[in-house]
């Protein structure tokens, strides 16, 4: 459990006891449960963060002090000192493995110092030796020379920085003789650790961390491998990503104590209503219909395959959990009904009703949740997903400016009569 969950039950407890709700041996069993409360712990993260934050400044620093006289230095020179701060880098790390192989702030520091110091002693030695200048390469030897550290030292930082690379690797597009799906086998490398990470304690900051970078990691990852089948279905195979996204975060994790631990169903949430919005848009349906004869069927494939992984993790929530959040995660649905409905009709007016119409349910659904519920945050982004639902479609229309400028105060009205009778209804049920 969350140590400031531990530290506010053991608070609870005097008062439990005294007022016989519970027994004192019962308090005494749960105090031997728990432990005792670590209260270094926040301390330890943030020591941890900025050791981590310095010795990135102590590599970035070496490589500029070095950087300013190297072109004066001779080859052989310029190669001692990258073979000697690279033999320090790891001989430091060797002994922080041997020493203090259990201090997650000496290990994490260590591991992300030597990391930059293989990346730039492979830049200097290329420079030196007029090596191929080839970025691409240059990214991708780095990445696989540093993934060992993650294993070795059993560090998050390096997992974290690792992932930026492959997808820096990724974006930059030249893979040169090597197939591109060879990107999943090379994610797949961090696999272990965090799969090891997640078994441990999911809601831990070091594999939450790792789900954080590693969603849109994979976002990007996969536009660059499968680039010829997004070109006409972009916006519905991103649908069922974000979709699957956040049904996994409801299925899997779904029981943290605090928001941001949540990442895999903030990404997915806030990637559905994006795209709900955006294809809420006449241009983008027209654009579609357009191009509607000149879909491949590898298209139409990869849409079919996600759509079906989509409907069963939809089956496994339902059975696990209830229908409640169906309607969020429904937009590859919709937007999969929008396409039929090209079909018949190229213009995309039918399937801008639709997803308007869709938009609108969600925001109105969100809207009548803050209400039962008695969120103030929650009624709020429903009425801000209307406001900018209208907004939107003003883009769209020819509307004169007398008739957006009294919609703006409508809208503006109902924000703060509503905000005003939460908060009075609030008041009326603490009193």
Not at 122 to 149: E, K
Not at 206 to 228: A, E, N
Not at 403 to 408: D, E, I, P, S, Y
């Amino acid at each position: 459990m969350n140590q400031k969950a531990v530290k506010w039950l053991y608070g609870q407890l005097p008062e439990l006891v005294k007022k016989e709700i519970i027994p004192a041996e019962s308090a005494d069993l749960i105090h031997s449960y728990y432990g005792p409360v670590d209260k270094s712990l926040g301390n330890r993260t943030l020591l941890t963060m900025f050791g981590i934050v310095g010795v990135i400044l102590i590599g970035l620093g070496i490589i500029l002090i070095l950087a300013h006289n190297w072109e004066q230095m001779s080859r052989m020179t310029r190669t001692l000192i990258v073979i000697s701060k690279l033999l320090i880098a790891q001989i430091l790390a060797g002994a922080i493995i041997w020493f203090k192989k259990d201090n997650a702030l000496w290990t994490e520091s260590t591991s992300t110092f030597l990391m930059i110091i293989i990346g730039s002693s492979i830049a200097l030695i290329g420079q030196t030796y007029h090596i191929a200048d080839d970025f691409s390469n240059f990214m991708l030897t780095w990445m696989l020379l540093s993934i060992p550290l993650v294993y070795l030292m059993r560090v998050t930082t390096p997992a974290l920085l690792y992932l930026i690379g492959i997808t820096t690797w990724a974006v930059s597009g030249d893979f040169g003789d090597i197939d591109k799906h060879l990107i999943w086998v090379l994610i797949a490398l961090n696999g272990p650790y965090y799969w090891k990470l997640i078994k441990a304690n999911p809601y831990a900051n070091p594999p939450v961390l790792i789900s954080w970078v590693l969603t849109p990691c994979f976002y990007i990852c996969f536009g660059k491998v499968f680039s010829i089948q997004l070109q006409h279905l972009s916006m519905l195979i991103y649908a069922t990503l974000f979709a699957a996204t956040y049904f996994i975060g409801l299925i899997w994790f779904d029981n943290p104590v605090k928001t941001w631990q949540k990442p895999f169903k903030a990404i997915g949430l806030t990637g559905c209503i994006g795209i709900s919005f955006l294809l809420t848009s006449k241009k983008g349906w027209y654009y579609i219909g357009q191009g509607f004869n000149n879909i491949e069927k590898s298209e139409y494939l990869l849409l079919f395959s996600l759509l079906v992984l989509v409907i069963i993790l939809s089956i496994i929530l339902v059975n696990k959990k209830s229908r409640r959040n169906l309607l969020f995660g429904g937009v590859p649905i919709v937007a999969g009904l929008g396409l039929l409905l090209v079909y018949f009709d190229l213009s995309g007016i039918n399937s801008t009703v639709l997803m308007n119409g869709y938009a609108l349910l969600l925001s109105v659904t969100l809207i009548r949740r803050g209400a039962r519920e008695k969120s103030l945050g929650m009624l709020n982004i429903g009425m801000l997903m209307i406001a900018i639902l209208i907004i939107m479609r003003f883009f769209d229309s020819n509307f004169s400016f007398v008739v957006r400028g009294l919609t703006f105060v409508v809208i503006g009205s109902c924000f703060l009569v509503t905000n005003w009778i939460m908060v009075r209804r609030k008041k009326e049920v603490t009193q």
